[in-house]
């Protein structure tokens, strides 16, 4: 089969694609045939080898996330069936041989019914954005209607999902990007207002959408440029959630005094059952009443995987990067 | 009547013991004759002039906490009587003539019953340390029987209450102090560890008494020296919580992330009816029942009020630092 693999750690242009071997499924396992994979910044640690939750044996394929069928099922593995279209998200899975690949084998409990009423290409924005967007509103922020939430890089992958998430349940939201055409597109996905990203300068503009009293709910993808401006601008009470940052950041601990609010900080890694009953249930009920869509952004081929990867990581964060790898 | 006044903002110097007249109480009010005065660093901030909170008109007698006996009684006041023993705490106060005084007049809702067991001298060890203890680790931490606490500052007018309460309630508690009398002080009060203060240096120590796993909750009184190594050190979804701090600190939101811990800050003010009366009856209750008892360092009287506040100032926080206004 083709797959997307590395032999040696590095940039992107160590990813080659490849023909190797297809997988078998043990006991617990199923194989799925891959249709679409959704590409996650986190997987470009694990690929220059400098990842705190993973540094793989070489050779190694790369993914957590794909939408496809499943092909075959492992002895012990109950409730899912040959031809089942699925979804699935190992990034806490015990053994998952790589979604940049035609074929995967991957745990059962990683793998998720696919909505009826999503295509398969589609679905590859589903998996750790989806997650991390369910958890950060719902698990953490205890979001709820009529609370204003401020969602920081709201057009890219997790983005695109806390604004629709927010807007669906009735919260009042403002998503800020960088560009225009981020702008718009939160506006389409629901957003009551889209800015420019909140610096100091213009942090006034900010609260004069919230009647001065800032946002209720703080989502960070980067808290170390924008943490200092987050404490300062939420409203008393307010809760910010930190999903994304990548160095230190000086801040001013009195904010967080006067103001009595709460910063938390969350990964999307091993949710307990009880957690991720609720994650799965949620999202499948949000997908199949319509609430929420899943939104992708630009596609590449298995045989694309240095323009792919440098589209992730150069995106100005419309929607998420995928591999088609099968459009049957 | 005596009373500590300044007629001008700056340091300590600017205290002086003078005569003036008694104030008189409006309908909502209570006259009291003072009997002990609990002195606090946020009124080093109101005589200097530049605390964000009360920039008072001048002059000025300072002073939110005290003990002493009802000696007049407004006419819409209801539940106190003549010859009460109580404590006021007045930071929230409509109207405070000051309790760095022999008399003083307060709104009735900032005054509180003395419990029959606390002596009036001693009693100058509650308000504000007394509420900010109960606040932080009751409706912030949300502290449980079993977890354990590590209090910073321990030996100090808020620290021993926090020692106290955490014991009194059964958490395993950890305080620290940078004097070998500030610690045995905290092994007095009934802390299961007693340490130095938690630098860089010296954190696996503290890991250590915690079976490498951190704290569950940390009570942080001067967030701009420790939060960085506070949120190290954290066990995964703990609770850091801010009550003090003087100035910025850089720290990496990361360490959120991966023990997705929470950092709430708070300050004794404004709390809302029901907070209140969670805050007094838990106190009532906790001094009735003998499970805490208030501890007070050095003694002052009102002619002795520059002593009094380098006492309060360079302290090695041993218990709260008081004015001796009646001994009767």
Chains 1, 2 share one sequence.
Do not use: C
């Not at 750790?128 to 509103?137: E, H, S, V």
């Amino acid at each position: 089969m083709k797959a997307v693999q590395i032999k040696e750690f590095g940039g992107p242009e160590v990813l080659k694609t490849v023909e190797v071997d297809e997988p078998f499924p043990n006991e617990n396992e199923v194989k799925v045939k891959v249709h679409a994979v959704g590409l996650n910044p986190n997987e470009s640690y694990t690929i220059t080898g400098t990842y705190a939750y993973n540094i793989p044996e070489l050779p190694y394929i790369p993914g957590y996330d794909a939408t496809g069928i499943i092909e075959e099922i492992g002895s012990n593995v109950e409730g899912f069936q040959i031809g089942d279209r699925i979804f699935l998200s190992a990034f806490s899975a015990d053994r998952n041989t790589g979604t940049y690949a035609e074929k995967v084998v991957v745990d059962a409990e990683n793998v998720f019914r696919l909505p009826d009423n999503v295509s398969l290409i589609k679905g590859a924005a589903l998996g750790i954005p989806a997650f991390t967007a369910y958890k950060a509103l719902f698990q953490k922020a205890k979001i709820k209607a009529g609370e204003i939430v401020l969602i920081h890089g709201a057009s890219g992958a997790v983005g695109n999902w806390l604004v629709q998430m927010a807007t669906a349940i009735g919260a009042i939201v403002i998503g800020t990007s960088s560009t225009k055409k981020g702008r718009n597109l939160i506006l389409d996905l629901g957003a009551d207002h889209a800015i420019d990203h909140v610096t100091q300068q213009n942090k006034d503009k900010l609260l004069s959408l919230t009647n001065e009293q800032g946002p209720d709910i703080i989502i960070e993808m980067l808290a170390n440029k924008n943490l200092k401006t987050d404490m300062q601008i939420i409203q008393r009470h307010g809760r910010i959630i930190i999903v994304g940052s990548r160095e230190t950041i000086e801040v001013d601990p009195r904010n967080l005094m006067t103001n009595e609010a709460i910063v938390t900080g969350m990964t999307f890694t091993s949710p307990n059952e009880k957690e991720m009953k609720e994650l799965t249930f949620g999202l499948h009920a949000f997908l199949e009443s319509g609430a929420i869509h899943p939104f992708i952004g630009n596609k590449f081929t298995l045989d694309e995987p240095i323009k792919a990867y440098k589209n992730l990581m150069e995106s100005s964060g419309n929607g998420r990067t995928i591999f088609v790898v099968s459009e049957e």
